[in-house]
């Protein structure tokens, strides 16, 4: 065996680092700016949700519209605004699903970086009313396998209810939780948060 062929596998396996960093770079880059950086923030303004730290990584899950059907949708791939719900789509739950969809339009050209997930905790009751799937085009709906695992993953202390509490989640492309929003939290402030998020990690 010469040295060329013995450092063959040693060159592989940094090719396979370099890409890995290559593709994780963008996200990674724009949490440390926007967490702990001013950067971009004109005057130092600070970001208007809680910061889950470390982040927790999700499972990727199949997304299907309202309707059930399958757009090949998963939960890695873009920033995703999450609800949780468990049982039908209540009052509370259609505003917050209007909030979600003026949150990802006024995100204007990067808004197709964005998804909105309606994360159904008790999997085949998150049924949307003729008049939510018409005001609510493109929201997108997940199944958890195992919603009390999962569950568990958006629990911000030990007896937290995320169900009850009516929170956002903000969902990096890798899967990552990254953000959590109160149910009075300003929208405004949620648009801000995702506007420096999109900005850093892309140039569209």
């Known amino acids: 065996m010469n040295a060329d062929t013995a450092a ?12 890995v960093i290559l593709f994780a770079a963008p996200v990674t880059l724009a949490w440390v700016l926007f967490f702990f950086t001013d950067v971009g ?16 990584q999700l499972p990727d899950m199949a997304l299907s519209d309202p309707s059930g059907r399958n757009r090949n949708a998963t939960l890695y791939g873009k920033w ?21 969809r003026q949150i990802r339009l006024a995100q204007g050209r990067r808004a197709l970086r964005v998804q909105r997930v309606l994360l159904d905790m008790a999997p085949g009751r998150a ?26 993953q958006f629990r911000l202390s030990d007896g937290d209810q995320p169900v009850s509490a009516g929170r956002t989640y903000l969902i990096d492309p890798r899967g990552y939780l990254m953000m959590s929003y109160e149910r009075d939290a300003d929208p405004g402030g949620i648009i801000n948060d995702l506007q420096h998020l999109l900005r850093y990690t892309g140039s569209g």
């Open 127 to 152: 049924n949307l009313s003729p008049g939510q799937l018409r005001d609510y085009a493109g929201q997108l709906i997940a199944e958890p396998a195992d919603p009390e695992k999962l569950l568990r």
């Open 41 to 56: 923030r004109n005057g130092g303004g600070t970001n208007h949700g809680r910061l889950i730290n470390p982040p927790r």
């Open 8 to 19: 063959a596998p040693q060159r592989q396996r940094w090719i396979l680092v370099l890409l």
């Open 80 to 100: 995703s605004l999450v609800y949780l719900v468990d049982g039908t789509c209540d009052r509370e739950c259609a505003r917050n699903l209007y909030r979600l």
